[in-house]
């Protein structure tokens, strides 16, 4: 079974649930931004929870099917076509041997994620199907999808149609969006005053953002404490001797843009950072798109894992659901 | 020296060994770095050196973050008892300094550098008090570099030179990051070197260009078959300035596979090194050299 694509769309990749380990040289995680969509489609066509999917941003690709398969979309509301004729997003559809999935315009959130019963089988690197773009690896030929290309699928009897997630299980990012993080790392580089007015402001997603990570801009400017820098970290306030990112972590080069590195992260670097988004909120970076005013809310570690723990029940919910 | 621990969200914890960049704090982030792989403790998934730093990842749900924290900090007390005494590798890589491809990428981003009228090598020369160019390539590769770091981008060491903190070339990064840099230049951006692995975005200055490949996704390349990384933290890096048709020579070579990258294993002792640098060095190049 294989899957012919006539539109690749904007950028659409494979991914799964990533490739830990080889991070201490480069190679960051990978895998679905927004993972807990990733997973329910892959439930909802009866897959495993991790098998490989389609990530499409904002625009969805169009692909024939060379053999029968169950589909499901999830994530962004980007509203699926069979021959044209309209689906539903998260809910299962059937798509017959020579039909052709395409996508109608986006209507909210960012990545969809589109699974195919059987998984899509692009030969296994390091441990994951996911593609990591900048290092040319893994995925399909290392890169996003191409007109022409032939992605094979697995084999997999495919679960029935019309299985559907309630919509009080579909999570997404609320308006402004809330993004809970954890200050530290490099926190008391700043002052006081810029340290309240980083979590008053609004920010709005910049256009610059991509599976490596997101800017944000439109808050004050960070003031530095004053210090004579260390040896080896660089002449600006923002600078530090290169060291490893968080996924998650928060950079603000030169106090002014606040960067937060995602599935794809650059592993380390020389600049400060001023904390940590959860990791129960780095799905719904995934669903941003640029302009989404956002605003970051403090948190304990306490708080932290109690939003994970929250986050792992609404995925047992919607387990049970199907 | 002292270790400063952060919570980096609830997945990772973050130790400084030194707010700023010494051998000693890099040794200190590599004897951590081992102690922790050593103690296999579960629900650790990522453990990643840095220079003078390093950072483990893993599972809340597995081991929660303040019991992690405990470990690290035990371990850092067993560590900090370890001799400064690592298994290496001495890792030999031609440079084309001033080569024609960074000199075209400089020229097309020159209005982002603090000289514009001065290539890079030029500028970074004048800063440190070195001889010109030629000047720059001796002390540039007269003495070996540390790889103190893997990452930014798959397999990009940082490289940190293996000389006194009053000879260590230092430039700034670029105004603005270029959003061009060639595969395999030869870099460096504060006191730290580097090899980028791949083509793209980067602020450090440009020297030169090396025709042997650090990176293969593919695993095609011959010294790339094992790994798709040559560099891992620890390793030494001698540079050998080579000229346009040893270069030319060398990238048909490993098109061939017929290229045979120079590297030997090797034992590397801080202390004895800090006793006599340029002595401990010259028997660093012997090992190399096969004498």
Known sequence: MAVKVIKPGLSTTVQDLGRPGYYHIGIPLSGGMDRLALKAANLLVGNKEGAAVLEAVFMGPELQFTDDATVAVTGAELPPKVNGEARETWTSFKVKKGQTLSFDFLKKGARAYIAISGGIDVPVVLGSRSTYTLGALGGFKGRKLEAGDKLPVGKGRGAKEGRSIPEKLRRAPGMPAELRMLPGLYWHRITAEAGKHFFTDTWKVAPEADRIGYRFRGGRPLEFVPREQPFGAGSDPSNIVDACYPYGSIQVPGGTEPIVLHRDAVSGGGYFMVGTVISADMDLIGQLQPHTPARFVEVTMAQALKARRDQAKLYDKLKASL | ?291
């Not at chain 2, 084309?96 to 090598?121: A, C, G, V």
Request: hydrophobic content about 35%; glycine content about 8%; proline content about 6%.
């Open chain 2, 1 to 291: 020296m002292k270790t400063r621990y952060s919570y980096g969200g609830d997945e990772h914890i973050f130790v400084e060994c030194d707010e700023e960049m010494s051998l000693e704090a890099f040794f200190k982030s590599l004897s951590m770095t081992a102690a922790v792989k050593k103690a296999r403790i579960k629900g650790v998934t990522e453990i990643c050196p840095a220079n003078a730093s390093m950072q483990v990842k893993f599972d809340p749900d597995v081991i929660k973050p303040s019991d992690m924290l405990k470990e690290l900090k035990a371990i850092e007390k067993a560590a900090a008892k370890a001799k400064p005494v690592i298994k290496s590798r001495i890792i030999e890589i031609p440079v084309l300094y001033n080569d024609p491809w960074t000199h075209e990428t400089l020229m097309r981003f020159r209005e982002r550098h603090q000289d514009p009228k001065s290539t890079d090598i030029e500028y970074t020369a004048r800063i440190n008090n070195l001889d010109g160019v030629d000047g720059f390539i001796k002390a540039h590769s007269g003495a070996p570099w540390f790889v103190s770091m893997v990452g930014f981008v798959a397999g990009l060491p940082f490289l940190y030179q293996m000389v006194d903190r009053k000879r260590q070339i230092q430039s700034p990064k670029y105004l603005r990051p270029r959003t061009d840099t060639p595969k395999l230049t030869v870099g460096h951006g504060g006191c730290f070197g580097c090899i980028y692995s791949v083509r793209g975005a980067g602020g450090y200055q440009m020297f030169g260009i090396t025709p042997v490949p650090i990176y293969d996704p593919n695993q095609k390349i011959k010294h790339l078959k094992e790994f798709m990384c040559l560099f891992r933290p620890g390793d030494i890096v001698k540079w050998k300035p080579i000229g346009r048709e040893e270069y030319d020579a060398t990238v048909a070579a490993v098109e061939k596979g017929k290229f045979n990258l120079k590297m030997k294993d090797v034992t590397f002792d801080l202390g004895e090194f800090k006793k006599d640098m340029d002595g401990y060095n010259a028997k660093l190049m012997g090992a190399l050299n096969g004498r």
